[in-house]
């Protein structure tokens, strides 16, 4: 961050009064602009013995296997996040029985979530994050 | 947000190509800004059959009774977030035990996370953020 979003003038890295950490802060409008992890929601879709993967079309890591997961959206629940990117990148329709991680990765902001999650149907396909996708 | 945190130019409010949501979006550099949950994390401070409670000495809901808790910082673990929130606002050292609840509540953009946490020693006193603090 080098403007406030605020106001666009310049922002100055510094400990506001009261704080202990440093925050991106406006001297123009006083705005304290703070940063916070994100989280990262995904299941492990099974179906019997095996657990449906998606191939990433997307950086980082293009071509390589993982579970459906995508960052949070505001306005939803973590429950719904997770059905949310099943269905976008694995077009599959998963039932949530429990979480089964919440690990954070703190050296790039992010914590990640995981919920157990069979299959509610056999269906499944390439979402728009995904070259290939199977059990 | 009215204003590019990247190179200070206005942004404005649309959809991205290849996304389905509105962002704020800087014609200028270019950058989308993406707008995410924070997290809220906390524990309950057990010790035998009571629960160690702060009293808020901020708004919202100054002088109300809460659990200890905080906004997880970029960096740490949601583990270390919780002792240092509880270390902060109820000046207690808890052993986290387990998780006790992920809540999300969608219409504030946040994620509540609690642990259940016995208490290590019977010390505790007021944070910076408390006005009082009991079992």
Same mark, same amino acid.
């Given at each position: 961050?080098?403007?406030?979003?605020n106001?666009?003038?310049?922002? &100055?890295?510094?400990?506001?009064?009261?704080?202990?950490?440093? %925050?991106?802060?406006?001297?123009?409008?006083?705005?304290?602009?703070?940063?916070?992890?994100?989280?990262?929601?995904?299941?492990?879709?099974?179906?019997r013995?095996?657990?449906?993967?998606?191939?990433?079309?997307?950086?980082?890591?293009?071509?390589?296997?993982?579970?459906?997961?995508? @960052?949070?959206?505001?306005?939803?629940?973590? &429950?719904?996040?997770?059905? %949310?990117?099943?269905?976008?990148?694995?077009?599959?329709?998963?039932?949530?029985?429990?979480? @089964?991680?919440?690990?954070?990765?703190?050296?790039?902001?992010?914590?990640?979530?995981?919920? %157990?999650?069979?299959?509610?149907?056999?269906? @499944?396909?390439?979402? &728009?994050?995904?070259?290939?996708?199977q059990?």
């Amino acid at each position: 961050m080098r403007f406030c979003s605020n106001c666009g003038a310049p922002v &100055a890295l510094k400990i506001p009064p009261g704080d202990n950490l440093p %925050r991106h802060v406006c001297d123009a409008c006083s705005t304290v602009h703070y940063s916070n992890p994100k989280m990262v929601i995904g299941c492990i879709p099974e179906w019997r013995d095996r657990v449906l993967l998606c191939r990433r079309a997307i950086e980082p890591r293009y071509g390589l296997w993982t579970l459906p997961a995508g @960052f949070m959206e505001n306005g939803e629940t973590v &429950a719904q996040a997770a059905l %949310r990117e099943t269905l976008e990148e694995a077009r599959a329709r998963v039932e949530l029985t429990g979480m @089964f991680s919440v690990l954070a990765v703190p050296h790039v902001k992010k914590v990640h979530m995981f919920y %157990r999650a069979p299959l509610i149907e056999l269906e @499944f396909g390439n979402g &728009a994050d995904s070259i290939d996708v199977q059990l």
